[in-house]
């Protein structure tokens, strides 16, 4: 959701802007431009759409810009304003001597602007941004010192902002500072990179600075300041970043997501490695800092969580309460922190998070952290934000998910509420010593299973084109499965833009029935064990319909064939582990439906990967 870079250094500057915007794509953007200091003055570009509309307009300039080495960039996901070229950033103040990009939103803008125009500030744009561009410019006018106008104009603002500014008469200049939203300083030779992701700096350099809230860094090619909000000098402490260059290849994928879904075998391994050896040995967890008799004694959980985060949290409280017998509330971020939750120093609260980012979640683990509970956080990104405020970080380790739909996260994610499920349950001794070895070795078994569902992708990919001109799917499921037949609908929701609706199916009768008729997909979520009957009928009821049924099953019952017209087989697995099987043919259902019907299924419209406005 938005991307912000920069660069101020020696090279030049055009490339590194643009390669860096083309590894933040995947946040997902609707305009871009970039904003490079000449000798003369500041020039800005920007194009709607696509980076390449906007290489398309740089084109005739390369020579012109070919020797700049300072420069700021921004894709831009419309919050405020149209995505028009008007209102994509670099935002200028009247005489465009003070140039501006910003992730994040401004809450009093319209106050704001209002005075400004009262000043004589001309607005160009219909963004929130834009007004901050005049703010500091009008500042810089009294004190005619940057990052003092900076420190200034940021007092005034409410909301949310990673901001990178230059101004004609601050030369060789470049001044970020944030809060609420995330930003990283890379730091390398004569030079200095400003990025919203670790990607669009990786490939340059590992040392890395990553300022706090409301601290202002003054970057030039031989010198940083790190200043707090009112100028006290602070020193950066510069971090060694985890990363790896070459993670954002597509290995010959048609998509990142293809790939994505094809790395899950590997991504359970490599959490399953090092935490649970085998069988019959215990679960070795020692990311969770809560001390064991505080955890014996818990008697309630928090999980606070957004989108398909929200459904592995949902999973996560299935099985903590079937495991361990703890209750456990699950909660969307964005509900939870706009009512007076029951939290407390007895509450362990568990944020689930694959970018680490997601402003809801942020706020909501901040929140339960001032009430004095333990903070434990399972994200994608322990170098995000919200790891910053665990007590207790599990990072799931599925190396960075690129497509825009989450895939390998989500199963990273289960796996990890699996090992701190199990890990609780031997602590606790709630669960007899046989179905502790049981569910184990089955965990183990997952990578082998995914692996023979892939290897026989070709009927799911049969059952996506078939159904491929629906406007409308349901997707039902009881029990441990359901929050899967949500996660199933809002996958192929995200990607192909068709309707797609999960409901637990005992529901079904209770309203959705009045959907059906020969025209509507229904896939039932059929794994064997304790619902497997009472879904049986529930399918059964909606056959009665007409409905066009597929199952997707770990039952060889012939039963089925009459019940259903299409039937995607996946292995046994015990009913406890069966959410992450179902959930490999979902994924590549939804995947093949999408480029069946030609989208973008890597970066759907109108979404972002990380999601850091409220
Ligand atoms: C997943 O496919 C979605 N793109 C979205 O629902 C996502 O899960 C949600 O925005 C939460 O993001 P997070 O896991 O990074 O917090």
Known sequence: MCGIVGYVGKKPVLDILLDG???????????????????????????EGKLSNLREELAPHAYELAKSTMGIGHIRWATHGAPTV?????????????VIVHNGIIENYKELKEELEAKGCVFKSQTDTETIAHLIANIYGEVKDLTKAVQLATKRIQGAYALCIMHNDEKDKLVVT???????IGVGEHEFYVASDVPAIIKHTKRAIYLTDNQVAVLTPETMVLQDENGKELTPKVEILPWEPVALSKMGYKHFMLKEIHEQPDVIRNILVGKLHTSNSPIILDEVKVNKETLKNLNRIQVIACGTSLHAAMIGKYIIEDFCGIPVDVEASSEYIY???????HTLVIGVSQSGETADTLTAIKQSKARGSHILIITNRPDSAMAREADSLIPVSAGIEVSVAATKSYIAQLTSF???????????????????????SGLLTLPQKIEQILAHKEN???????????????????GINYPTALEGALKLKEISYINATGYPAGELKHGPIAMLDETMPVLSILMKGSVYEKLLSNSEEAKARNARMIALTNSDDEKLDDLFDYIIRVPEIEELLSPIIAMIPLQLMAYYIAEFLGKDVDQ??????????E
């Open 21 to 47: 915007l083309e590894q933040l794509e995947y946040r997902g953007y609707d305009s871009s431009g970039v904003a490079i200091k000449c000798p003369d003055a500041i020039k800005v570009y920007k194009a």
């Open 86 to 98: 008007i209102n994509a950033h670099p935002h200028t103040c009247n005489c465009g001597n003070l």
């Open 178 to 184: 944030k809060r609420n939203a995330p930003l990283v």
């Open 339 to 345: 009512r007076k939750t029951v939290t407390d120093e």
């Open 418 to 440: 699996y090992l701190l499920a199990l890990y609780m349950a031997e602590i606790k001794s709630s669960m007899p010593a046989d179905k502790l070895t049981e569910l184990k």
């Open 460 to 478: 799911i990919q049969k059952c996506a084109r078939k159904y491929s001109s629906t406007r409308d799917f349901i997707y039902i499921a009881r």
């Open 604 to 613: 759907p419209r109108n979404l972002a990967k990380s999601v850091t406005v």
